[in-house]
């Protein structure tokens, strides 16, 4: 494995009595496909949160690229990409106005913008559809986009926050292959995800309940530990006793 870009040490986040997150450890390599699994209420999206630097801890440590997430807030954002679900790209601007708005927060300069803004519209094949909003876009290219744009900066780290929620099935295949694409440069991708086919893609996987890791391997691993046969059979084992509803 490459060196450790992400690395949690009984990371704990509680809101009054409550442990959203409970003494979580984990570390996640170059280029690494990470998945990041569990069901609503488990935990992983204020993992995520604290890991970009949005929320503190309670207690705990970790690192990304290198960078405290208590201290240097401000460098991990200039280290990683981020993308969820929810809200990826300005719907009333046009393919060149996101990238170079986007651009401009990851801190590219308008030199910059311009030639990996002119590469990427390129490499997805949008030329002529550079100046229509996005709104106009089918929701493939949207998701092409909208990855495109996370990775766009070079980061170490790429945050996936449920990326594929909500489309068909060959345009998740489609996006997954991107994810392979950025791994193989190096870029690590931390994914989240309730598709369970889609945990079979990850290089290893974390399965949380209620706050907690219950287990992490390789998808081959964890299928031979909890005798399933697919990952859905894994993960329907863990959460079963779960106790949470709602993150």
């Given at each position: 494995?490459?060196?450790?870009?992400?690395?949690?040490?009984?990371?704990?986040?509680?809101?009054?009595?409550?442990?959203?997150?409970?003494?979580?450890?984990?570390?996640?390599?170059?280029?690494?496909?990470?998945?990041?699994?569990?069901?609503?209420?488990?935990?992983?999206?204020?993992?995520?949160?604290?890991?970009?630097?949005?929320?503190?801890?309670?207690?705990?440590?970790?690192?990304?690229?290198?960078?405290?997430?208590?201290?240097?807030?401000?460098?991990?954002?200039?280290?990683?990409?981020?993308?969820?679900?929810?809200?990826?790209?300005?719907?009333?601007?046009?393919?060149?106005?996101?990238?170079?708005?986007?651009?401009?927060?990851?801190?590219?300069?308008?030199?910059?913008?311009?030639?990996?803004?002119?590469?990427?519209?390129?490499?997805?094949?949008?030329?002529?559809?550079?100046?229509?909003?996005?709104?106009?876009?089918?929701?493939?290219?949207?998701?092409?986009?909208?990855?495109?744009?996370?990775?766009?900066?070079?980061?170490?780290?790429?945050?996936?926050?449920?990326?594929?929620?909500?489309?068909?099935?060959?345009?998740?295949?489609?996006?997954?292959?991107?994810?392979?694409?950025?791994?193989?440069?190096?870029?690590?991708?931390?994914?989240?995800?309730?598709?369970?086919?889609?945990?079979?893609?990850?290089?290893?996987?974390?399965?949380?309940?209620?706050?907690?890791?219950?287990?992490?391997?390789?998808?081959?691993?964890?299928k031979t530990r909890f005798s399933g046969n697919t990952m859905g059979d894994v993960f329907r084992s863990l959460a079963r006793g779960a106790a949470r509803v709602g993150d």
């Amino acid at each position: 494995m490459g060196a450790v870009v992400i690395s949690t040490n009984q990371l704990t986040k509680k809101f009054g009595d409550f442990a959203a997150v409970d003494s979580v450890s984990f570390d996640v390599y170059q280029g690494e496909i990470f998945g990041f699994v569990g069901a609503n209420g488990a935990g992983k999206t204020t993992v995520i949160r604290m890991l970009c630097g949005l929320l503190l801890p309670s207690s705990g440590t970790a690192s990304i690229a290198g960078f405290d997430i208590y201290s240097q807030t401000e460098e991990i954002k200039k280290s990683i990409g981020y993308m969820s679900q929810k809200f990826s790209l300005y719907e009333d601007l046009t393919v060149k106005e996101n990238i170079r708005f986007f651009a401009g927060i990851y801190g590219l300069s308008d030199k910059e913008i311009r030639e990996k803004g002119d590469g990427l519209v390129f490499e997805l094949g949008l030329q002529e559809s550079a100046k229509k909003k996005v709104k106009e876009l089918p929701l493939g290219w949207k998701q092409r986009l909208s990855f495109s744009i996370a990775i766009i900066h070079s980061p170490q780290v790429v945050f996936l926050d449920e990326p594929t929620s909500g489309v068909d099935p060959i345009v998740r295949r489609q996006f997954w292959e991107l994810i392979y694409a950025a791994s193989e440069r190096g870029i690590t991708v931390f994914v989240t995800t309730h598709y369970m086919d889609e945990a079979e893609y990850c290089g290893r996987v974390s399965i949380m309940v209620d706050g907690k890791i219950r287990a992490l391997d390789t998808p081959s691993n964890l299928k031979t530990r909890f005798s399933g046969n697919t990952m859905g059979d894994v993960f329907r084992s863990l959460a079963r006793g779960a106790a949470r509803v709602g993150d």
